[in-house]
């Protein structure tokens, strides 16, 4: 026996646009031209926290935070240094652009990038309308065998670091608006590079918006300084909150070789009674010390693998 309900049953009509087209119609008839399409770029902020020389063997080494610079071999900007990156492919992700050419100009390969902003503006890239996606990491460069590739003259690391320059604040009749001026050095053995980048927030009721502009750039291509300097905030702000540290830890270390990353990176002196507290549930004792001339023995410890963000 038929099932009525089979017999009497009505179709749904097909959804059509203002010009009667189905989707299917109307994707083979679309005409992506209609459209000017921008450029697509990634660049990816390699950062390290490595050891210096240190003549005292009853110290722990001295720690600089590092950034992964390439040198350009091409117009514009050429001679100059920026962050890895490149254009990306039609058929490839954005992900995928950003491991495939740090790969091409580091010889970076397998780490693990987090996207950090895509930056927009209008006139950032004098070729053309570039729009670029930001990717950024912590890694231990003792492992990695950086090696310019074909895109880039060179690449190495360079030493960063960032100070506060002065601080303005106006009162408008709807809140605030607060510049702030920041100066960027950038060194290694070879160079010097330098920067100064203003950031303006502007409060207005409950609409909070901040900008960023290059003041003046010494041989850091395109707006590389002010993505560098977002950047270095943000690292700054995850690493109170996340594991991101860890990226740089062997599998044992000592609690004070772990506050001296953490030190270097957040550019402040760090109470370490507060500082053993605050990492408590992130790290493991283990029954193993570190023993060295001059030192008493230091406990190692581990992370702790079970440790999940808080926030």
Known sequence: MRDWRAKNEVKPSPITNKDGM??????????ASRYARPSVTVDMLIFTVADEQEPNYRKLSPKSLQILLVKRADHPFMGQWALPGGFVSPDESLEEAALRELREETNIDDIYLEQLY?????????????????????VDSERLEVKAGDDADDARWFRVEDKWLR?????????????????????????????????????????????????????????????????????????????????LMPELFTLTELQQVYEVILGKELLAAAFRRKVADKVIETNHYRKHAGHRPSKYYRFHPEWTDQA
Do not use: C
């Open 118 to 138: 895509t930056w927009g503006e209008v006139n950032r890239d004098p070729r053309t309308r570039v729009i670029s996606a930001s990717y950024m990491a912590l």
């Open 22 to 31: 189905t989707e299917q119609e109307f994707l083979q008839k679309y005409d």
């Open 167 to 247: 601080e303005n604040k106006i009162a408008t009749e709807t809140g605030t608006i607060t510049e702030k001026w920041v100066a960027l050095r950038f060194w290694n053995e070879a160079e010097e590079l330098s920067a100064t980048v203003k950031i303006t927030r502007t409060v207005s009721g409950r609409t909070v918006r901040e900008e960023r502009e290059i003041v003046e750039t010494n041989q850091v291509a395109f707006d590389h300084a002010k993505i560098i300097q977002y950047a270095l905030e943000r690292l700054r702000n995850k690493i109170e909150y996340t594991d991101i540290a860890f990226a």
